[in-house]
T-cell receptor, first 111, second 113 residues
Framework: QKEVEQNSGPLSVPEGAIASLNCTYS??????FFWYRQYSGKSPELIMS????GDKEDGRFTAQLNKASQYVSLLIRDSQPSDSATYLC???????????FGKGTRLHILP | GAGVSQTPSNKVTEKGKYVELRCDPI?????LYWYRQSLGQGPEFLIY????????DSGLPNDRFFAVRPEGSVSTLKIQRTERGDSAVYLC???????????FGEGSRLTVL
């Protein structure tokens, strides 16, 4: 099993709908989780971090964490064309003390 | 500047040459990471510094790659005898603490001809 897994997509979502992005990870003792957005030709930019089980909301974004299932997700409400990008899930691997990224999910918001 | 600075932004070199890529992290950030990203892939971990020491260099592909951070601030990634397969965007990121949120520079795009 890869350390951080994401569906590569592309995920196509109509404008105004909810986009749901998923990520699973292998290290059971991981404590820190991050979502980054990356536009083509640009570097990753932090959207949210989450450390505790449950939901964390920031504007149109909600991160969800389930440590028992080793699963973290990102919901984007009221999707906009400007949300079209690659979304990267990152996990701080406590066993190795390093942050590992998934391959990313390409999201396409349809106008 | 306030953000992570990487130089050069673009580097074209010939196979077999030596290359240095520089990263200047956000002031006060003790953690510094190097990643490599190829087209369509996520950032691939190379090396992590906490202060001056390399806390984890397990991601360096082979002994042609080496990185230093002598004063706990600026870091240099060094690649010897470059190969075409080394072509990628090299990303540097820093954080105020181990396991904390990473902030990325704009990357150094390396092309080996």
């Amino acid at each position: 099993q890869k350390e951080v897994e994401q569906n590569s997509g592309p995920l196509s979502v109509p404008e105004g709908a909810i986009a749901s992005l998923n990520c699973t990870y292998s290290d059971r003792v991981s404590q820190s989780f991050f979502w980054y957005r990356q536009y083509s030709g640009k570097s990753p930019e932090l959207i949210m971090s989450i450390y505790s089980n449950g939901d964390k909301e920031d504007g149109r974004f909600t991160a969800q964490l389930n440590k028992a299932s080793q699963y973290v997700s990102l919901l984007i409400r009221d999707s906009q064309p400007s949300d079209s990008a690659t979304y990267l899930c990152a996990v701080f691997m406590n066993r190795d003390d390093k942050i590992i990224f998934g391959k990313g999910t390409r999201l396409h918001i349809l106008p | 500047g306030a953000g992570v600075s990487q130089t050069p932004s673009n580097k074209v070199t010939e196979k077999g040459k030596y290359v240095e890529l520089r990263c200047d992290p956000i002031s006060g950030h003790t953690a510094l990471y190097w990643y490599r990203q190829s087209l369509g892939q996520g950032p691939e971990f190379l090396i992590y510094f906490q202060g001056t020491g390399a806390a984890d260099d397990s991601g360096l592909p082979n002994d042609r790659f080496f990185a230093v951070r002598p004063e706990g601030s600026v870091s240099t990634l060094k690649i010897q005898r470059t190969e075409r397969g080394d072509s990628a965007v090299y990303l540097c990121a820093s954080s105020h603490r181990e396991g904390g949120e990473l902030f990325f520079g704009e990357g150094s795009r390396l092309t080996v001809l």
